[in-house]
């Protein structure tokens, strides 16, 4: 599911994104081969919402909005080459990861690389200090969210602790995006303040989702091996639900926190999960963010625009990749 195509955005303006976004990974022959295919078959999620929450108001030119949409996009792939590697996972959108195509230290290199092209767009199309800014708060956010997610491997965390790390590693992120496109169409203080809120709440039940995913998801649809949490050892809501519930409460917990254990039995840890009301009860907490996200939605805007978010928000809880 890519999202730009189902937002209602133009043809031209979502051709003229892909081409923008394959044209900035094109500079050597060893850039475009290892890149091209990272960037390709993502959801555009954060494009999309940037994209869209510039023209809330009125359409305003490509020129302005188009390459600040591939920075975004160049930082979650330069985000997604690296975490890849720290979660060990082999498979990314259905295809081999850049690590187990290149080796960790060449996709570091390549993470590394897609990044500094977003900031060098970001410099070249003059979108000012603020952006800057908040574009490089946004990196340390996400490193931070990662960071803690590492340093609490195989160990339980408390609601809190999961809330705190999800919000740096992904509600930020889409909240950026939302806040970025109300501040370049040049919105007031309350509106930017509400897509904020929106993109906020949106990227709470987006990491969720993604979550359950990772136990009840089918693997062709996904593009991603099930169980993949478990193995590297990051326990999610899903987990913590089933702890609570679970008859098997206790041999789900020798598995998750023991890595040699969740090596070998991350299967009966997603078999344990399935078995109890994870499902729906993350499905719930999903919704319920959704809802506070359409609720902070700024009045003032376009109805195009907002029947869209809405929708958007309603596909965050649905989707099943
Ligand atoms: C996916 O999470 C990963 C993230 C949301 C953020 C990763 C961020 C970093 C590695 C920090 C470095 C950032 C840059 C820009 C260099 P996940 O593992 O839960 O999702 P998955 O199931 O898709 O892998
Ligand atoms: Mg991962």
Known sequence: MNFLSAAGMTTE????????LRRSVSEDDFIKESCTP??????????MLFLLCANAHENISP????????ALELIHTASLVHDDILDNSKKRRGTETAHSLYGSQIAVLIGDYLFAKAFQLVAENNYGDEVAQILSDLVKNLCRGEISQDLSLFSVPTMKDYYDRINLKTAIFISICCKLGGI???LNRDEVRGLTIYGNSMGLAFQIVDDLLDFFGNEKITGKNLGGDVKSGVITLPVIRALKVSDESKMLHEIVTN?????REFSSAVTIVRTTDAFTYCKLRAQAHVDAAIINLPTEIKNSVRRTLEQVADFVVMRNS
Do not use: C
Not at 13 to 20: A, V
Not at 64 to 69: G, H, V
């Open 63 to 70: 020129e302005k909005t188009l390459p600040l949409a591939v």
């Open 259 to 263: 890595q040699e254990i969740a090596q």
């Open 13 to 20: 303006l979502l051709q003229e994104f892909e081409e923008n």
């Open 184 to 186: 370049v169409a040049g």
């Open 38 to 47: 990272l960037i390709q078959g993502g959801k555009r999620l954060r494009p």
